[in-house]
């Protein structure tokens, strides 16, 4: 987080300490369309109350005085024909982050020059719908084409309506093609006779698990699974933090915990000011949960995933965001810097410091594999295989060193030599070397692996050279010291 974000949230009134650590809101700013889709299932007569957008932003500065920060998605109804809505996002882009769900009939040349100030991933997310009995396919491409190159970042999403199913994959292919993430939404509620998404045939389930999986946004997956698969789920009484840190706007003003009119989940209406969120988790005795990202009371690591809180929390998407090559840069070197304290913490057998050390490195740089790698040596030697199994895992998902790949092969090749597979082994130190031929640390295991083997002459020889080129690990010396002394 950096310096400034930091005392900003030191000022915040009810900062949210519990995950997900930020207010979320999804706001149906009216149920008003210019469209009038077959599968809609929008209230529309439910009333708005329309407010100047001065208004608007007069509310949502106390919003964030009081809470800092907070994401807000917009839905409906069609957010776009809401009088001033451009210059509402403008508003609120200042100092919220937001998504808008949309279909995307406005004027996409007029939107981007209104929203110029907010066009940036980090503060604006275009979350259009594709309708395909509104619009022609060409044409929708060509509007979320003309919103990228103005620097509004614009992802797609149909809904699995049955009589247009079977060209999806098609429609998804002329997405992805042009390089446009695209989803795909289960339909809900009742048509033809039978209740959606229960009501899909074998096949078109089928479809839609493929989908699922092989759709470029990957949130569809838990989407799927949650709605199709577990629809018809029923809840017991539960201990829920959505209303402290999720409220659901509607369009007269009303918040209420989540995506229900439920009376049970009223929390005050937002324009008369009668509204706060919660402090703490409540007690839920909706009969039915439809929420497929609950924030339920310990599922913690749950709802942190659903909510992608570490991308959100410092008010930007901060991992979308692509830093400098510079910043970069700087951060990597931070971070070995780091390394080289967690060194003399090992050495001094501080193994809570160094665990410490890392975890605050692990919050500060989230989307950095080098804390991860760090944590796994340290399973490794402590012989906790599996977990240091799970954090190469992760590590692996981020690529943007080539220094951090060596030593990620490096480490597989410590973890398999340690595990008894030696081949294995060798193969990940030759891609380590490969990467970074002079890396000693490297040398230093394939040394140790060689002894293993039985084959001194080979761990002489890596010895050699991993002391060559760093005369200073004392692991090495001492461990080319035995060699020697015992081939003599
Ligand atoms: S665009 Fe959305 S809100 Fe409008 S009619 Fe279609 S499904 Fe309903
Ligand atoms: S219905 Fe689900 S999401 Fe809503 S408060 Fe209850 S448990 Fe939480």
Redesign the pocket.
């Known amino acids: 987080m950096n310096e400034e974000m930091k005392q900003k949230n030191d000022s915040i009134k009810f900062p949210r300490t519990q995950p997900p650590g930020r207010v979320y809101w999804c706001w149906d700013i009216s149920y008003e369309c210019n469209y009038r889709c077959s599968y809609c299932r929008v209230d529309t007569w439910r009333k708005t109350r329309y407010i100047s957008v001065d208004k608007w932003a007069k509310i949502w500065d106390k919003i964030y005085e009081n809470y800092g920060s907070t994401h807000i998605r917009f839905s409906g109804g069609e957010p776009f024909i809401y009088p001033g809505f451009n210059e509402l996002l403008v508003a609120l882009g200042q100092k919220h982050t937001l998504n808008v769900t949309t279909n995307l009939s406005f004027d996409v040349n007029e939107a981007a020059r209104a929203l110029a100030p907010i066009a940036d991933r980090a503060r604006l997310v275009i979350s259009s719908s594709y309708h395909p009995e509104h619009v022609k396919l060409q044409d929708f491409i060509d509007k979320v084409l003309r919103l990228k190159e103005n620097g509004i970042y614009t992802s797609v999403s149909i809904v699995a309506w049955p009589l247009f199913m079977k060209e999806i994959p098609s429609v998804k292919k002329a997405m992805e093609e042009k390089d446009i993430q695209f989803q795909v939404i289960p339909l809900g509620g009742q048509f033809f006779n039978k209740y959606y998404p229960q009501g899909y045939t074998d096949e078109e389930r089928e479809l839609l698990s493929w989908l699922s999986v092989n759709v470029s946004n990957k949130a569809s997956k838990d989407m799927f699974d949650f709605k199709v698969n577990e629809g018809d789920r029923k809840?017991k009484k539960?201990l829920?933090r959505?209303?402290m840190n999720f409220g659901m706007i509607r369009p007269n003003g009303d918040v209420f915990?989540?995506?229900?009119f439920d009376k049970r989940?009223y929390l005050g209406n937002m324009i008369d000011g009668t509204f706060s969120l919660l402090e703490k988790p409540?007690w839920?005795d909706?009969e039915?949960?439809?929420?497929y990202k609950?924030?339920?009371v310990g599922e913690e690591e749950k709802t942190e995933r659903d909510w992608n809180w570490e991308r959100h929390k410092t008010g930007l998407y901060s991992v979308e965001k692509k830093p400098t090559n510079e910043e970069i840069v700087a951060e990597y070197e931070e971070i070995k810097k780091r390394g080289k304290t967690l060194q003399v913490l090992l050495d001094n057998c501080d193994s809570d410091g160094a665990v410490k050390l890392l975890e605050q490195t692990m919050a500060e740089f989230p989307d950095n594999e080098l804390p991860y790698l760090y944590l796994s040596e340290i399973y490794i030697r402590a012989g906790f295989f599996a977990e240091a199994k799970e954090l190469l895992e992760k590590a692996s998902k981020f690529t943007n060193s080539e220094w951090a790949k060596g030593f990620y092969f490096r480490l597989c090749g410590y973890l398999h030599a340690s595990l008894g597979d030696i081949p294995a082994a060798f193969e990940y130190y030759a891609k380590s070397l490969k990467i970074s031929e002079d890396d000693p640390y490297t040398w230093f295991h394939v040394a140790k692996t060689h002894m293993k083997t039985g084959n001194i002459n080979g761990a002489v020889e890596a010895a050699r050279k991993s002391v060559l080129l760093n005369p200073h690990i004392t692991a090495a010396v001492d461990l080319l010291k035995d060699l020697e002394a015992d081939i003599s």
């Open positions: 809840t539960r829920c959505m209303g915990r989540c995506c229900t989940a409540a839920c909706l039915q949960c439809f929420c609950a924030m339920i």
